[in-house]
């Protein structure tokens, strides 16, 4: 367990932050509501969050049947090892556990598939074990509508903060004189 209180960190410090993508994976994205948007704008805000100098942990569910990380988030991402799970919650994974408690980050920024399953069950756990939780909706999505709306809903009172990726990716910059300020300027226009 990370603390046993929540930090109630409103804003992402990128030196304490980790950013989790879960399941953007080849037999689930084609199904998801707004996927192809979905990833166009996760695989912006990975080389985005790239720029600024996050670590990264991606996972995987079930890869055997569910297939792997779809082109356009592995082409974001550059090289990475996935983390394979079967259970929806990435916190059930001790390999995730262990790479998220080595990155020794306080911060977490979910993005991922589905909303209301493994983003959702993720989140809740990890405000569960003291991380400070942020959900980048423009960068999750789940089949159907409701079930996102309530997914984002359960979220936000269970603690996490969301927010969108453009709005992400300058509150960790804070200002248009740091390194990165081109790079992440291009990135969203």
């Given amino acids: 367990m990370k603390k046993p209180e929540i930090m109630r960190r ?5 030196d304490e932050a980790v950013l989790v993508v879960v399941d953007y994976q080849d037999r689930i994205v084609p199904a998801m509501n707004e996927g192809k948007q979905v990833i166009e704008t996760a695989a912006k805000f990975i080389r985005g969050c790239r720029v600024l100098g996050l ?4 996972t995987q569910q079930y890869t055997k049947g569910l297939g792997e990380t779809v082109p356009g988030i ?3 991402l550059g090289a990475f090892e996935p983390v394979e799970k079967k259970s929806f919650s990435a916190a059930g994974s001790k390999e995730f556990m ?13 993005i991922g598939i589905e909303a209301h399953v493994c983003v959702e069950q993720t989140v809740l756990d990890l405000i569960g ?16 509508k409701a079930d996102m ?20 990716l300058f509150e960790m910059l ?14 969203v226009k």
């Fill in 174 to 187: 804070g200002s248009a004189s740091e390194p990165g300020f081109r790079e992440i300027s291009a990135i």
């Fill in 149 to 168: 709306h309530e997914a984002c809903r359960r979220m936000v009172h269970s603690g996490a903060v969301l927010t969108t990726y453009e709005a992400a």
């Fill in 98 to 110: 262990r790479r998220l408690e080595g990155s020794d980050r306080e911060t977490v920024i979910v």
């Fill in 129 to 144: 074990e003291g991380y400070d939780v942020f959900v980048i909706t423009d960068c999750i999505s789940s089949r159907h």
């Fill in 55 to 58: 670590p990264v942990i991606v």
């Fill in 10 to 14: 409103l804003k992402i410090d990128k």
């Fill in 74 to 76: 592995k082409e974001a």
